[in-house]
T-cell receptor, first 113, second 112 residues
Framework: AQTVTQSQPEMSVQEAETVTLSCTYDTSENNYYLFWYKQPPSRQMILVIR??????QNATENRFSVNFQKAAKSFSLKISDSQLGDTAMYFC??????????FGAGTILRVKS | DSGVTQTPKHLITATGQRVTLRCSPR?????VYWYQQSLDQGLQFLIH???????AKGNILERFSAQQFPDLHSELNLSSLELGDSALYFCASSGGEGFEQFFGPGTRLTVL
């Protein structure tokens, strides 16, 4: 069974600075997807970024980028130029093709002004 | 707005009762997934339907059941409710095998 570990329960960052959230996973699969979801206080689950395991290039979406290390089974999220609206719980998730999402426990990110 | 709708937003009920949660997927999406988010268990997968057929079950209790109708909307039925069933229930939809999942706003269930 796949597992996802987020070792940082809480983090904080100053507005406009950069922060990196860590995620590791365990799987014997070779083909899979990895995701970061954001859950703000409204509790809505918002897809931030996705990475296909077969792609070596790291995914980027505006201020959000990932560092995907397949051999190390590591998938960290970097948020640049942090904004107050980035304050949320962030979940790392693993998915085999056409299958369920397996979530980590989440990291609470607080952006301070 | 993800395009996935869930009703009701909030539900307060008593132990032993039965409730039905409803989900309408994004237009064109054939897959519907149900997840439960609770303080002690985190986000847990419950069940997956694809074009009306059950595809996978997670840690779903026998008291819980789901179905997906021909118009692709889905319902999650929770019966003999217990205090521990209080949680946020999410529905997510995707466009087919291997696509990312988009979440609805969730239904917050409180069992008193």
């Amino acid at each position: 069974a796949q597992t996802v570990t987020q070792s940082q329960p809480e983090m904080s960052v100053q507005e406009a600075e950069t922060v990196t959230l860590s995620c590791t996973y365990d799987t014997s699969e070779n083909n899979y997807y990895l995701f970061w979801y954001k859950q703000p206080p409204s509790r809505q689950m918002i897809l931030v970024i996705r990475q296909e395991a077969y792609k070596q290039q790291n995914a980027t979406e505006n201020r959000f980028s990932v560092n995907f290390q397949k051999a190390a089974k590591s998938f960290s999220l970097k948020i640049s130029d942090s904004q107050l609206g980035d304050t949320a719980m962030y979940f790392c998730a693993f998915m085999r093709y056409g299958n369920k999402l397996v979530f980590g426990a989440g990291t609470i990110l607080r952006v301070k002004s | 707005d993800s395009g996935v709708t869930q009703t009701p937003k909030h539900l307060i009920t008593a132990t032993g009762q039965r409730v039905t949660l409803r989900c309408s997927p994004r237009s064109g999406d054939l897959s519907v997934y149900w997840y439960q988010q609770s303080l002690d268990q985190g986000l847990q997968f419950l069940i997956h339907y694809y074009n009306g057929e059950e595809r996978a079950k997670g840690n779903i209790l026998e008291r819980f059941s789901a179905q997906q109708f021909p118009d692709l909307h889905s319902e999650l039925n929770l019966s003999s409710l217990e205090l521990g069933d209080s949680a946020l229930y999410f529905c997510a939809s995707s466009g087919g095998e291997g696509f990312e999942q988009f979440f609805g706003p969730g239904t917050r269930l409180t069992v008193l």
